[in-house]
């Protein structure tokens, strides 16, 4: 199962939401709970049986033990809750063995860093015999399912609380984008003839679809790093090879379109000259938003693809 029904006869929730808050994070720690109780956790983190060394389900202990180690955040807004609420440390003392709870919620990025750390030691387990003594079954794992099923679920969670996060088929979680912009992203495989050039444009879209909060501003700003590459494709010189590029990617017989074109290449540099895109300088206007961001992005994006689909300099259109 995929979604509900809701999801099949309603428009999509918008994916906005940056930030995991109470409800979210509830849910995330129910799946949790559910795979460390059904030993699905078991492959990275073995609770082994005392009659032969078999899996018999996940270990707990060292489970959470890595995860704040690993990840120390994740407790640092425990030992914050703790000033404020002295029973909280009781309570942690007594069981001598950190555990999250529902009512605090971690910091974003050691959420998601967490489910990260799921996706890389989880495995579906599936019974190969019963310990009658001791009444539990032993293990055997297919990492494979056990990954896509954590992937699912984790992936239905965030989209059904419009969260921007999204983990991929290599277990690490991105950023979705503007459907429009990731349709045009994934249509897209440069190929410029200067390696520079290529380097410029897949490093912005990584950055484009970063965790980092504050990675927006560097993936614009290699973007127009690329679009001043791109002008010397034709000619060394900027200026004519500007003017060369586009003379080289008009359309036959739109002379309204091509003066479009030839419009938004002088717009987008006159908004890289004052925005501070390229530039450090403290009385330019920053991009301030991810979504200011994501528009200049999607707009310049937009332009090259046109121009360097018109020229070739790609490997698939």
């Known amino acids: 199962m995929t979604g509900y029904f809701s999801d099949r006869e309603q428009p999509a929730l918008p994916r906005t939401v940056e930030t995991i808050s109470s409800r979210p994070w509830r849910a995330i720690l129910s799946l949790i709970n559910s795979r460390l109780t059904d030993g699905s956790l078991g492959l990275g983190f073995p609770l082994r049986c005392h009659d032969g060394g078999a899996i018999c389900g996940s270990d707990e202990a060292s489970f959470w033990d890595r995860a704040v180690g690993e990840i120390p955040r994740l407790e640092s807004q425990m030992e914050d809750a703790e000033v404020a609420r002295p029973w909280a440390r009781r309570q942690q003392s007594q069981t001598h063995q950190w555990r999250p709870t529902s009512e605090e919620v971690p910091p974003t990025d050691a959420i998601l860093d967490l489910c990260e750390l799921i996706a890389r030691n989880i495995g579906k387990p599936n019974a190969i015999d019963y310990h009658k003594y001791f009444g539990h079954s032993h293990f055997r794992y297919d990492k494979e399912a056990g990954f896509s099923d954590w992937v699912q679920d984790i992936n239905l969670l965030f989209a059904r609380s419009g969260l921007v996060f999204e983990m991929s088929s290599d277990g690490l979680i991105k950023r ?118 994501e528009y200049l992005f999607q707009r310049m994006f937009a332009v090259l693809r046109y121009v360097l689909l018109q020229t070739g300099r790609v490997r698939r259109p």
């Open 176 to 293: 979705t984008l503007p459907k429009v912009l990731a349709e045009m992203i994934a249509q897209s495989d440069f190929w410029t003839g200067d390696a520079g050039t290529d380097f410029l444009l897949d490093r912005a879209i990584i950055l484009l679809t970063s965790r980092d909060p504050n990675a927006h501003q560097d993936a614009v700003e290699k973007l127009w790093d690329a679009f001043e590459r791109i002008k010397t494709l034709e000619a060394t010189d900027k200026k004519h090879g500007s003017k060369a590029l586009l003379v080289a990617s008009r359309a036959a017989n739109s002379p309204v379109f091509n003066d479009a074109i030839e419009a938004e290449f002088r717009v987008l540099t006159e908004l890289g000259n004052n925005l501070r895109i390229r530039h450090s300088e403290m009385d330019k206007e920053a991009v301030a938003s991810r979504r200011e961001a």
